[in-house]
């Protein structure tokens, strides 16, 4: 039986493979060739469609499409998915200067419709400026689109440009529900900021009439060659449609897990810890005893400090049902245990791995490996430790960890520096650029309440001095530095 | 002042502890987050829509991830009960067959609150057509009294053409038609269904059903309606279910080809291929080509003996970080000599529970198939792959498709330069082991004898920690059903060894098929 050799006439070494070589940012395996990288490096990205996708809302107002679009933008980017959303409104309000009445949405006004028909059309323009050229994946385009004709418009859009589409539609008939939104988002438009709110809401409940007649829901039967996703009551019923990849599942599975009852996450970083004062990463270290040595007649040391105002804090805050979670590296621990509490330990929520630096001071990482720290400033984000983890690693790590935390209600996250600004950056819609240098000192605990479109942050400092931790970018960021450029936003340490 | 924290030297975890209490991680606080309190799925649906496929499927995938559970099959009790004449069993009218079905469920329910209650499961599948509101009502009932969670699944399915299939794979070789002819037993099943069909009053999550948990899952997933999911693991599930499909394909996993360290019988690392692994990868080549897909999708770790290897094929591949080889920590890129010299302790401790020890700033077995769960996920959604990866990856992934423990997960055999095929067929998967030819060292490292005797470990449930457990026997025992002829052999294949998969004992049904059906040569 010939061999394989001589049956593919190919060298049994190979057809002289590519060459692998390890890029020394983000230490990934790849081939080249005279030297230089390829360019096609397939990566485990998210999105592994080819075509970009084109999400689109469906629904009455006030029925939460912008809320869902933005929060839905917001997770795509978080999770390294370029998303955009195009809000057809906003198209309309920079056209239309100034609105008068709801009248302009009356579907005999021929002057409106021609106008909200073109701004319908420029957003399109737009999606595909940021599909084509601006390297976007997902576009959002977030609009009533409640007649079939809109939307079969939308549909032949998508087909000449090679998108795939993927409608959302939120459905709800319940009067509370609608009128929350307009209070919380409607009230405070760019729309009614002449109105009072009784006049606004007026107003908007018969805005809310004009499309009523029209509206062509979904339908099981009619758009049944449609992918979609109809979402009812808030989320206590879902219809799903031949969901057709990847990203849309994770879509599907996104929006089935997010609630809008209200609530409250606490993030805060573990108490100061040994390792912390003298000035070295990561480590599993316990709480340090500073403050025990420098106070002898504290009946309780500095980590003991932190750990009971943190309980103190959380009894003042008169939480109903607080889930607490750690990590599984004993300052985390020994912090959550100071609370007296029941708390679920997650291997997710471990600070970043810095492989051959783990325990270094910067010192020793500048004097050990100058090239490795120079690339880290140079792009904090995507750098990998060598046999450790980079941001954006995390950042994948951490993904089951942030759709726990939208099924959840009250959270208190005790963690770590990187983990907290991966989640803060979630929370917060921070880029891949700001994300390593957000701040999260030391005794500090952040509270997030989703509010409006958004997240408010209160950030509370409990009272208790810690070490600070905080390495702001250098501003030579050049492999060919010296130490003290490279030192230079080091925090003093013991 | 709070107590002190002393480390499990298995488990590396951090538990408060007293001088006298030895570290012995917690149960989770409160009871497994998980399921808690435990959970009924009720099957719903007319025979022959799927029902038992996916009531099996997701008990493999539950146990997995380690959430203890198991499926009731109400059929197998009444096939304990009576022996199987004809379709006029399922009459309507049928008052003795009527009360012996009743009985049947009644019985099912009983091992289910056993089970749920006395044996530590968490989860049980009550696999039955359901197909009545009276019946619902009684599981809704059986459910509040004993404080279980009820979650119902529904298939609805109309095409012909899918329950003609379903009927050839799975009914026709049943234990009630044995020693009928297919067409008699295509007929008979077909005049079953009828019976049915008559009194069926499908969920309606809309109206009447509103307040219920339900997926109904319409045309094999084309179409899902999801309603009032209650908690985590309802998400899950309903996740899941949207991402399985039963389009045929096959899965290849196979390790990257011998390395340098490989040669030196040093673990972990990042080495090269050796001059046998390079041969290896031109092999692999051949073999993708002569398995003749339309389509195939090649993954491979980021580690560079696996890019090595899938590059080797010139096909476009994607690297996945999940991949990546258990981390050995402190002993990464030593030998086991080396190991059981410089840290004797962790080297005992780890043959004394494989699964669970985690190495010092490393990662264990457990970690392991918590960071591998996309991967299946998405294996899940795919059709054709090749998964290049490692000896302590591939045995989490065989593990999930053929149901293994966690007990058996890290012996399981994952020799160097051996393709596993992996095909679904009936409600198992078809295993096919072609050993490409190439020599390579023998990284294979079996449990100790004198730990075979020694106490087991109690089994650690924990949220977020992940201890898969093996589906449980049924309480009757099904007979191995069918088996599908075994396609020809590889070409490239020199010697297909049938698969060193470890003793099965007390195995149960999908076991059993997968490993009546073997290639060998």
Request: a neutral charge; one cysteine or more.
């Amino acid at each position: 039986m010939a061999s394989a050799e001589e049956r593919t006439g190919m060298s049994l070494l190979g057809t002289s493979p590519r060459q692998l070589t390890q890029n020394p940012l983000k230490k990934i395996w790849m081939p080249y060739k005279n030297g230089h990288p390829e360019q096609h490096i397939s990566q485990r990205r998210v999105c592994m469609t080819n075509c970009p996708t084109l999400i689109v809302t469906v629904g009455l107002p006030a029925r939460g499409k912008t809320y869902i679009s933005k929060k839905l933008t917001r997770y795509l980017n978080w999770i390294g998915v370029p998303t955009k959303e195009f809000n057809v409104g906003q198209y309309r309000r920079d056209c239309v200067k100034i609105y008068k009445s709801f009248e302009f949405f009356h579907p005999d006004n021929e002057e409106g419709l021609k106008i909200r028909k073109q701004c319908a059309s420029a957003a399109m323009n737009d999606v595909q400026q940021y599909l084509g050229e601006e390297g976007g994946q997902v576009a959002v385009f977030d609009a009533t689109n409640t007649t079939r004709e809109r939307r079969e418009t939308i549909i032949r859009f998508a087909e000449h440009n090679g998108y795939k589409v993927f409608f959302v539609e939120s459905v709800c008939e319940d009067p509370d529900v609608i009128a929350e939104n307009i209070v919380q988002v409607k009230l405070g438009s760019p729309d009614y900021t002449d109105c009072n709110s009784e006049e606004a809401i007026e107003d908007f409940m018969k805005r809310i009439k004009c499309y009523e007649n029209s509206y062509e829901t979904l339908d099981e039967v009619m758009d049944r060659e449609l992918s979609f996703i109809k979402i009812i009551d808030v989320g206590r019923r879902y219809v799903v449609n031949r969901v057709l990849d990847h990203i849309q599942s994770r879509i599907v599975y996104y929006l089935m897990n997010i609630h809008i009852t209200p609530r409250s996450i606490y993030l805060c970083r573990h108490g100061e810890s040994d390792l912390n004062v003298k000035g070295r990463i990561g480590g599993d270290s316990g709480l340090s005893i500073r403050g025990k040595e420098a106070c002898s007649f504290a009946k309780f040391c500095l980590w003991s400090s932190f750990a009971k105002c943190l309980a103190k804090f959380i009894q003042d805050q008169n939480i109903k049902d607080l889930k607490v979670w750690t990590s599984q590296m004993k300052r985390t621990i020994q912090t959550a245990e100071a609370l007296g509490v029941p708390y679920e330990q997650w291997k997710a929520l471990n600070e970043i791995d810095a492989g051959v630096c783990e325990e270094m001071r910067y010192e020793e990482i500048q004097e050990h490996y100058p090239l490795e720290f120079a690339l880290r400033d140079q792009d904090k984000y995507r750098y990998r430790y060598p046999k450790g983890e980079s941001y954006e690693d995390l950042v994948q790590r951490l993904e089951p960890v942030i759709m726990e935390l939208e099924r959840q209600e009250n959270v208190l996250v005790i963690c770590h520096q990187a983990v907290m600004r991966c989640l803060l950056a979630y929370f917060l819609d921070k880029s891949a650029e700001e994300l390593p240098y957000l701040k999260c000192p030391l005794h500090t605990v952040l509270k997030l309440t989703p509010v409006a479109y958004g997240c408010r942050v209160e950030s509370i400092f409990l009272k208790v001095v810690a070490v600070n931790t905080h390495r702001g970018k250098p501003e030579n960021v050049n492999i060919h530095r010296s130490s003290e450029d490279a030192l230079q936003t080091v925090p003093p340490h013991l | 002042m709070p107590a002190e924290l002393t480390q499990n030297r298995i488990h590396k975890i951090w538990v408060p502890s007293s001088e006298d209490v030895p570290a012995v991680p917690p149960r989770a606080y409160g009871g497994p987050h998980l399921a808690n309190p435990p959970t009924v799925i009720v099957m719903v649906g007319l025979p022959a829509r799927g029902k038992t496929y996916i009531a099996r499927k997701l008990t493999r995938y539950l146990n997995w991830i380690g959430l203890p559970t198991k499926v009731f099959n109400v059929g197998e009790y009444r096939r304990e009960a009576v022996k199987y004449n004809s379709y006029d069993f399922f009459k309507a009218d049928n008052q003795d067959a009527v009360r012996i079905r009743h009985q049947c469920a009644l019985a099912a329910l009983h091992d289910v609150k056993t089970y749920l209650t006395e044996e530590g499961g968490h989860i049980a599948v009550f696999d039955a057509t359901n197909t009545t509101r009276d019946r619902r009502d009684l599981i809704l009932s059986f459910g509040s009294e004993n404080g279980f969670k009820i979650f119902f699944i529904e298939s609805v399915c109309d095409d012909p053409d899918v329950i003609a299939t379903n009927i050839m794979e799975v009914k026709v070789s049943c234990p009630d038609y044995q020693g009928r002819n297919t067409a008699d037993a295509v007929e008979d099943f077909q005049k079953r269904i009828e019976c049915y069909r008559a009194l069926y009053q499908p969920l309606d999550p809309n109206e009447y059903d509103r307040n219920l948990s339900i997926i109904k899952v319409i045309d094999v997933g084309r179409r899902f309606v999801v309603n009032q999911v209650q908690d985590h693991i309802q998400s899950r599930i309903v996740y899941y279910l949207m991402n399985i499909h039963v389009q045929p394909r096959s899965i290849y996993l196979c390790r990257h080809g011998e390395s340098e360290d490989n040669l030196q019988g040093r673990l972990g690392g990042d080495s090269g291929l050796s001059a046998q692994g390079r041969k290896f990868a031109a092999a692999l080549t051949c073999f993708v080509e002569q398995q003749n897909l339309s389509e195939v999708k090649v993954w491979s770790s980021q580690l560079r003996r696996s890019i090595q290897t899938a590059e080797a094929l010139g096909m476009p591949y994607e690297q996945w970080k999940a991949l990546d080889e258990i981390d050995a920590g402190v002993c990464e890129e030593m030998t086991y000599e080396e190991i059981k010299e410089k840290y004797p302790e962790e080297f005992a401790l780890r043959d004394q529970d494989k699964f669970h020890y985690r190495y010092p700033r490393g990662e264990s077995y457990q970690d392991l198939v918590q960071r591998v769960e996309p991967v299946i996920m998405e294996l899940e959604r795919q059709e054709n792959v090749l998964v290049i990866c490692h000896q302590a990856v591939m045995r989490c992934l065989l593990a999930y498709f053929l149901d293994k423990s966690a007990e058996e997960l890290p012996y399981l055999k994952c020799p160097l330069h051996t393709v596993l095929k992996l095909t679904p067929v009936a409600y198992g998967c078809k295993v096919e082991s072609i050993f490409l030819n190439v020599d390579g060292v023998n990284t294979q490292r079996d449990k100790p004898e004198e730990i075979k005797k020694g106490p087991t470990v109690p089994l650690l449930q924990r949220r977020n920690s992940i201890t898969p457990l093996t589906s449980p026997e049924p309480s009757k025992k099904l007979r191995v059903t069918s088996i599908s002829p075994t396609p020809p052999p590889s070409p490239c294949s020199a010697s297909a060894l049938p698969p060193a998969l470890p003793r099965q004992g007390l195995r149960r049904n999908g076991s059993d098929l997968h490993e009546a059906v073997q290639v060998f040569h």
